[in-house]
Every structure is written in structure tokens, then in C-alpha cells.
């Protein structure tokens, strides 16, 4: 899953899937160079 999304941003589709099933394992990968991005994702995991 990118972090950009047409419909919504891999952060909120994350946290989506989580509120389902915390236990389903999610894999985000984008080409945007953001740190920030980066640990946000690590911490919502």
C-alpha cells in the first residue's frame, strides 16, 4: 500500500484496517523520501 492513494492516504487505510483486525499484517512502501512519514507508520503499527 503507497502512503499516497487517490481515494485515501495509506496512513488512514492503515488505521482502517487495524480498527478491523489489529493482527492483519499491512505493508506501506512509497517513493516519497519523508522521515516523517516513515516513523508515523512504525509508531501506528
Not at 480498527?19 to 517513493?31: D, E, G, R, S
Amino acid at each position: 500500500m503507497d502512503v499516497r492513494m487517490t481515494n485515501m492516504d495509506g496512513m488512514e487505510a492503515l488505521k482502517q484496517i487495524h480498527a478491523v483486525n489489529p493482527a492483519i499484517p499491512v505493508v506501506i512502501m512509497t517513493a516519497l523520501s519523508s522521515v516523517d512519514s516513515a516513523v508515523e507508520a512504525i509508531k501506528k503499527k
